[in-house]
């Protein structure tokens, strides 16, 4: 789960920015409370070893997240 992203963020820009830091995922969507979108979204990553460091991330697409 990756916090702090606006919910108008495009899903393809975060798509296309984790593969640039070298994580793989095999579907992400935004979480939504009673029909409101949050800024919460539910990534599930592909188990390789380069997944590991995800957590070690503390910013995206010059946005400050947390994992």
Known sequence: MIRNFH?????????????KEGHSMKYFYGINNNNHPLTLFFIKFISQDSNIDIHNNTSLLNIKISI
């Open 7 to 19: 919910n108008s963020t495009q899903s393809t820009d975060i798509s296309d920015s984790l593969p």
